[in-house]
């Protein structure tokens, strides 16, 4: 099979060799799975919280709730190569042991990271009702402006006569469709770029078809483990959920067993409703990156690095191959760089030498910056 990642040969031009799967990780399951059983055990501390003002979104309140994410700094602040919004997947937070250890290789290369909790997600669950959504630039668009804020702060301690820190983002999962979808909108509407790099990993650009991908029988116990993870999520809810959200999410009765089978249900009955779409097709239309991608946006987004692999058992990869034939052969763009694997399973890349996909965005990341 010949791959993206072969044919680009971007690995090489930042120093790294072609993926290699490390033993006992092999297969997109054990890769996806890594860290589900392994704990790096990092040293990340939780200790610099920033508040995010965000609508309200409970009726007739008009006034403001609060996304809440962790600031972790560089010890030498006076080079700092950037600031990174760094934003998890479905059913995710910013404890999430993948996340905070590429937060932790970030940091060690440099960079300052802003690791953002989405709408719901613990731990900042009490202080915003309702839930995410892989279009919620209502509340993605605050937090890039605090982050910039953040940038202008990082800056005073540079030592060099440019103070400008930049901004990156980084999606992981669904984190990078959201991320996708604000830097979309926010161009369109003010003409500049919502952030100065992005990196996407394992991100969904065609979510009926991730939806579809989720739920086949050999995945029942992926979309399981997703759907207890959405429902008490969703249920834990200080704000609380509606009579029809309740029974909807379980049976009424006092083992409160969940009937949702699907994620496409739950996105029928909570997400699309929630953020004001006409149904779960008008949802997963509107929220999907790629056919905005595909019909000549490039001009208008940040230099974006997707990543990818074919053996993703969640999301598939033709997508990733649709877009990667549009940009190469009708619509050719500097702004957009493919890296597609035959293995690292859901943001796994577990390889011989620890995570490379931690390498590879920190590699390209830095390389933005010089």
């Not at 971007?10 to 799975?33: A, H, M, S, V």
């Not at 909790?117 to 915003?128: E, I, Q, S, T, Y």
């Not at 996708?180 to 650009?205: K, M, Q, T, Y």
């Not at 191959?321 to 763009?333: D, G, I, M, T």
């Amino acid at each position: 099979m010949v791959t993206v990642e072969s044919s680009l040969g971007l690995p090489e031009d930042l120093g790294l060799k072609l993926f290699q799967q490390r033993l006992p990780w092999i297969g997109g399951d054990l890769q996806t799975l890594r860290d589900t059983f392994v704990d790096d055990n990092v040293c990340l501390p939780d200790n610099e919280f920033v508040h995010i003002e965000i609508p309200s979104k409970q009726i007739g309140n008009l006034g403001k709730e609060k996304l809440i994410a962790f600031l972790n700094k560089p010890v030498d602040l006076s080079s700092v190569k950037g600031l990174i919004l760094i934003l998890h997947g479905l059913g995710g937070s910013s404890r999430r042991r993948g996340l905070r250890r590429m937060s932790f290789a970030l940091l060690k290369a440099g960079f300052a990271v802003l690791r953002l909790n989405l709408r719901g997600a613990a731990p900042g669950r009490k202080f915003a009702a309702g839930t995410y959504a892989a279009n919620c630039n209502a509340d993605v668009f605050p937090a890039i402006t605090k982050a910039r804020e953040i940038c202008s702060s990082l800056g005073n301690n540079r030592k060099t006569k440019n103070n400008l820190v930049p901004l990156f983002g980084v999606g992981i999962s669904l984190g990078g469709t959201i991320l996708l979808n604000a830097c979309l909108e926010w161009a369109s509407s003010s003409r500049s770029n919502a952030l100065d790099g992005l990196v996407c990993i394992s991100s969904p650009l065609d979510l009926a078809a991730s939806s579809a991908c989720i739920e086949k029988n050999r995945n029942k116990l992926y979309q399981t483990w997703l759907l207890h993870r959405l429902v008490k999520q969703t249920l834990a809810d200080p704000f609380g959920v509606n009579e029809k959200e309740r029974d909807f999410l379980i049976k009424s009765n006092s083992w409160n067993n969940l009937i949702t089978s699907s994620i496409r249900e739950f996105d029928a009955a909570i997400t699309a409703p929630r953020w004001g779409f006409r149904d779960v097709d008008d949802y997963y239309k509107q929220a999907s990156p790629l056919n905005a991608l595909l019909l000549n946006k490039l001009d208008i987004m940040p230099k974006t690095l997707l990543i990818h692999s074919v053996d993703d058992p969640w999301v598939p990869w033709e997508p990733f191959k649709h877009l990667y034939e549009n940009v190469r052969f009708k619509n050719p763009s500097t702004k957009l760089e493919f890296l597609l694997t035959n293995h690292g399973g859901h943001n796994g890349f577990h390889g011989l030498s620890g995570c490379w996909g931690d390498d590879v965005v920190q590699r390209w990341l830095t390389r933005i910056v010089h």
